[in-house]
């Protein structure tokens, strides 16, 4: 077995994710199923190779880094906060993070 | 009502005033309002939208003005691409109600050259599945093989252009999503190189993955749409500055002498006896056409899948780390703001989404991440190495799209490392950041589509759609 329970619990801590009782018996063996699969890779010794952090080569990326930082008209702010679930323009409104002592 | 196959009519009649943009956006609503229920193929249409950018083409013919590109063409865009003022869902609960407050770049070039774009399409959720059966509005009937699966992700894009309600459709290309449903739906499909589209308002499902191209009813319309969508976007600092070369102008240059790989790990057992016959087939019509077939070695091909959903999950769970019932979307009751993040998620997003977050958070989680995303990250270099050595030697690579031809709905969902592994032949060219067509190659028993695929080196677009039309002409779709 790759993933138990209480790794399944961990990540799910991890992502914020709410999860059944019935969703973490099911996404764990489906899970350990494809970590079964993925350890495959342990077959290839990968000692002195170079991880693929990026596709692009740095000469297709030539200029494709940094653009001039500009300062560009962006007042999208009223239709963003009109779709939000709990606006309060200029602001997003949350639940009570600090609890007073 | 007018149906028009392909972009080159649409341009003629609109410019030879036989039907105006108007006129023809209503045909094509009329023949969504008859069919869209049964293929659920569109999730949000966009009249208003549509019907206006229709009368801008029309007001330009009336006062002879140059006609953009795609004057008049009603296109499709896949539900995970932004558009300004209409609803994009990602065909997740997560975004049921999201209205994006700009456009992508891929839309607003199309809008441009003239596209009048009809509506959204369905989608497996967040563009993670090979069915479109992980949408959260409900499946998608492949109308060229009724009781199957579209493919997926694009599956309601695909279903779109093979049914007749759009001309042409945008998808996106995760580890197949736009191949593998062109390939089941009988069309042309189509991703360029990592960097050749913009993804600026793509809605990022594996960022170092993810690019936006075109379905549709022939090679020649995909080389004029992606050339539209191609280049240089300031807002995507992974859009490359290489220069994008006229597609439509290469595609009939003869292929005579063209060199063309045939990876012998591509041809093993895991493909359908009816597809190998198929594919061998239209390898057989390519040499026939003048090309040198030469036998090649991709031998990293089966460490693939493992290496992709390493990748594409860690990814994902990353990105999918925005929807947290804050600045958009539904929100959860909770009296805490952990517990909102954490109800939120777990109603809103599907089983699909759910697994991938779990296997993707755990793969880059303390202790594991060496193992797993590292050791990804690394073979994922061995792979793309793979074809840099085979681009010495051949110009473009050809294999199966899929070793499966479309399937039954709901014969596959309750497995989904099977459905992982089906995607064997496109989750390479993916992981390393090549260009890939899907072009018809004939029926499995005169019914189920299969297609061919075509990879080229980083921006070859314009000798894989050369292939890919030559093909077309000289019947592939009828072996």
């Not at chain 2, 000289?474 to 072996?479: I, S």
């Amino acid at each position: 077995m790759k993933i138990s329970r209480d790794d399944v619990l961990r990540v799910a801590e991890l992502a914020y994710l709410d999860l059944t009782e019935e969703e973490l018996d099911k996404y764990r063996a489906q899970v350990d199923e494809i970590l079964e699969y993925i350890g495959k890779l342990n077959e290839l010794d990968t000692t002195n190779v170079e991880p693929m952090a990026q596709v692009l080569t740095s000469d297709q990326a030539a200029d494709a880094t940094l653009r001039e930082d500009l300062v560009v008209p962006c007042a999208v702010a009223e239709e963003v906060l009109a779709h939000a679930p709990d606006p309060e323009p200029p602001y997003f409104r949350v639940p009570k993070v600090i609890e007073k002592q | 009502m007018a149906t028009m196959n392909t972009i080159g009519e649409v341009r003629e009649a609109i410019a030879a005033k036989k039907i105006s943009a108007r006129e023809l956006a209503a045909d094509y609503y009329k023949r969504i309002a008859a069919r869209n229920s049964e293929l659920n193929a569109y999730l949000t249409l966009c009249e208003e939208r549509a019907y206006r950018q229709a009368d801008r083409v029309d007001a330009s013919v009336a006062a002879g003005k140059p006609l953009g590109p795609l004057a008049g063409v009603p296109i499709a865009v896949k539900d995970v691409i932004s558009t300004r003022g209409i609803r994009t869902t990602c065909s997740s609960k997560i975004l049921t109600n999201y209205v994006p407050p700009y456009d992508a770049t891929a839309v607003t070039r199309l809008e441009a050259a003239g596209a009048v774009i009809l509506g959204k399409t369905n989608c497996d959720e967040f563009a993670m599945g090979s069915s479109n059966e992980n949408s959260a509005y409900g499946n998608v009937q492949n109308p060229a093989a009724p009781g199957c699966v579209p493919g997926g992700s694009s599956g309601g894009s695909a279903a779109a252009v093979a049914a007749h309600l759009a001309v042409a459709a945008l998808g996106t290309d995760t580890g197949g999503s736009i191949r593998q449903p062109g390939s089941f739906c009988g069309i042309p499909a189509m991703m360029g190189s990592y960097g050749r589209v913009s993804r600026y308002g793509l809605i990022a499902f594996a960022s170092s993955l993810d690019r936006i191209g075109p379905f549709g009813h022939n090679v020649a319309d995909l080389a004029t749409v992606l050339k539209v969508m191609a280049g240089r976007d300031p807002n995507d600092s992974t859009s490359t500055t290489a220069p994008v070369e006229d597609y439509s102008a290469e595609l009939d240059k003869p292929i005579k002498g063209i060199k063309l790989g045939i990876p012998k790990e591509y041809f093993g057992p895991g493909m359908a006896a009816g597809v190998r016959e198929k594919i061998d087939a239209g390898v057989q019509l390519l040499r026939k056409l003048g090309c040198d077939l030469r036998e090649i070695e991709l031998p990293h091909t089966d460490y693939a899948i493992a290496t992709y959903y390493i990748i594409a999950t860690a990814e994902a769970s990353s990105n999918l780390a925005r929807y947290d019932g804050v600045r958009f979307g539904p929100r959860a009751e909770a009296d805490s703001l952990i517990s909102m993040y954490r109800n939120t998620r777990g109603a809103g997003f599907g089983p699909e989404v759910k697994r991938r977050i779990v296997l993707g958070t755990y793969v880059l989680s303390a202790g594991y991440y060496d193992a797993y995303y590292l050791k990804g990250q690394k073979v994922r270099a061995l792979i793309a190495e793979d074809f840099r050595k085979a681009f010495a030697h051949v110009d473009a690579i050809v294999t199966p799209t899929s070793p499966v031809p479309p399937f039954k709905l709901g014969e596959r969902v309750d497995d989904p490392l099977q459905m992982y592994l089906a995607d064997i032949y496109t989750v390479t060219g993916s992981l390393a950041g090549l260009p890939g067509i899907s072009v018809p190659c004939g029926k499995m028993g005169g019914k189920l589509p299969v297609g061919l695929q075509i990879i080229g080196p980083a921006f070859g677009e314009a000798r894989v759609l050369q292939l890919a039309h030559a093909f077309e002409q000289a019947g592939g779709a009828n072996l």
